[in-house]
């Protein structure tokens, strides 16, 4: 089974930046689309944005679009999400995700534990 864990999430400000990474273990990592999700508080977990093996397809879901990058480096198994603007809903647990099929449709074979992101006004 392929483990995933993320690191990088914070309390920031709004319009403030992080960079959120998710390392990928026990797999083959260029095999996976790769992928980020979030949940906030009280709603349903979303679709953030998605990368394939090659980094040549990305999707995003519109709240994100102009403002968060997702990236990977297959040599170091890591997929990053960089976060600029923030913005107060964008509070939420990110979890870092792995599976077959790119964009926001598919649901993941496998997910991280989650990392927290907390933007206060």
């Known amino acids: 089974q392929v483990q995933l864990k993320e690191s990088g999430g914070g309390l920031v400000q709004a319009g403030d930046s992080l960079r959120l990474s998710c390392t990928a273990s026990?797999?083959?990592?260029?095999?996976?689309?790769m992928g980020w999700r979030r949940q906030a508080p009280g709603k349903e977990r979303e679709f953030v944005a998605s990368i394939n093996w090659s980094g040549s397809n990305t999707y995003y879901a519109d709240s994100v679009k102009g403002r968060f990058t997702i990236s990977r480096d297959n040599a170091r198994n890591t997929v990053y999400l960089q976060m600029n603007s923030l913005k107060p809903d964008d509070t939420a647990v990110y979890y870092c995700?792995?599976?077959?099929?790119?964009?926001?449709?598919?649901?993941?074979?496998?997910w991280g534990q989650g990392t927290p992101v907390t933007v206060s006004s």
């Open positions: 995700t792995a599976g077959s099929r790119s964009g926001p449709y598919y649901s993941p074979n496998y």
């Open positions: 026990g797999g083959s990592f260029t095999s996976y689309v």
